[in-house]
Nanobody
């Protein structure tokens, strides 16, 4: 049972980055009903949902990144992607992919995904640093 992120790094404001998340473990893939990404601000415990996709294909995007970030997935390869465009310094954070079991909407998942619960599965995170 693993979620492994890749991508990220240090970039200047205005550029784009893409994060990937490879999911393995048949139980997770079979039972997960929502997928998404959240981020944690450096040096704080604050975690914010960024984008979520629910089992019905609904997608929710946080206001702070709306129009700039988008999530997609490759079902054949069990990979999630987070495309981040026009990055800003306030996007600096550790980014985590998550899959979860509760049958909730994408909008609800934006809140629930940041909770340390047995029904949420997180990756280890990838750092994204944006400078001027």
């Amino acid at each position: 049972v693993q979620l492994v992120e890749s991508g990220g790094g240090s970039v200047e404001a205005g550029v784009s980055l893409r994060l990937s998340c490879a999911i393995s473990g048949s139980e997770i893939v079979f039972r997960a009903v929502y997928q998404g990404w959240f981020r944690q601000i450096p040096g704080t415990d604050r975690r914010d949902g960024v984008v979520a996709l629910d089992k019905d294909g609904g997608q929710a995007v946080a206001d702070a990144v709306k129009g700039r970030f988008a999530m997609s997935k490759d079902n054949a390869k069990d990979i999630l992607y987070l495309q981040m465009d026009d990055l800003k310094t306030e996007d600096t954070a550790m980014y985590y992919c998550v899959v979860g079991r509760p049958p909730i909407t994408a909008q609800q998942a934006l809140d629930v995904m940041t909770e340390r619960r047995t029904y949420n599965f997180w990756g280890r995170g990838r750092q994204v640093t944006v400078s001027l």
